[in-house]
């Protein structure tokens, strides 16, 4: 899969911080995070194991994070070039290639950590130990020399994940708190209840370059909307062919629209799949409810005191192609582009607030093909 700097920015910068919010970074065995610079004799073989895991994505080791914490800290000073070199000569005639190695910055402090980009495409990597040679292959935490089994499936044909990309994403938070009577009160009292939704839309760009169509089942897709310690993971739904943003009236007695027909290139959904026939997009949207919360309630207050205040929002999406064994990770930070409105109407019992927290939207890097 194709991956860009600005994409490990981003891949780095989400998993830091589902780390330090202990959210784990479930799904993503594609990043390795190293508080110092692993041995390169002794570690060599972890390396290997990885590598064989991902048969061609590609590996992004972290240097410089705790990987139970997700705590930035202060390796030893190394140069990368010579301990890569160190590390190669463990391999057993090709290692995983190094392509670079960039800075990433995490945090309000703007810490630096280093983050080094292998691929993984010449798999199987073998190591020399002692008098023999081991195909070490990543097994859950741990490293474990592969099994005949395990050798036979890392072997055979696997579908390649094509590049993804988030072009366009929105994310907003309405809210409501409106008084409502006590059922079976007497005499008759009142409480105060909140609704809270979150809602999001967003593009995804399938850079499809193969002969054969991607599938991306819908089941699979999954999406994470966090700031600070609140998260939703509401399902996903995808605009499929021939539907519309508007509803279709049909006259009684008159047959309805026909089936329609896929188009001969770019991307389209159906029958709960995403395909891919060559380069194109796909829309998706997802939404999550909280009803009748009655006050006072901490977890509404803190969410909606969270949604009020914070400038920005990480939206972490993750996707898989049929004949593929893991799903693939796109994260991004939405930045606020609406600020926190509501009215207020006198009802029955009391006032009722109804508006929206906030909207939070993608901000893409100005590709300026001229720029300095």
Sequence with gaps: MALSKQDVDARV???????QAGRGVEDDAGIEFKADWPDPTLKARQLAGAANALRGELLVYVIGVDDKTGEVTVPKKTEPQEWYAKVRKRFDQIPPELLWVQSVFIGEDSESVLALVFTTDEFPYVINVENRREVPLRVGTGTESARRNQLIRMLAPSARTP??????ASVWAEWNAY????KDSSPQQVER???LVVSLNARVFVEHVGEQPSTLPVRDMRVRVACSSFEVRPDISVRHLGSSRYPVVIPHGEAGPPEPVAPPHGVYARDQQVIAISPGEFEFSA?????????????????VSLLRSTEDVRLDLALRVVGTERRTKLSATLQRSEEFGCTAVEIPG????AGTLGTWSLVLEDDDPWGA
């Design 193 to 195: 209840v909140q609704d």
């Design 287 to 303: 939404s999550q409810r909280f009803r009748d919360h009655v006050e006072p309630d901490p977890f509404m207050d803190d969410a």
């Design 179 to 182: 008084p409502r009577p006590v």
């Design 350 to 353: 009391g006032t009722a607030l």
């Design 13 to 19: 910068q989400a998993a830091v911080e589902n780390l």
């Design 163 to 168: 590049g993804l990309s988030l072009i366009e």
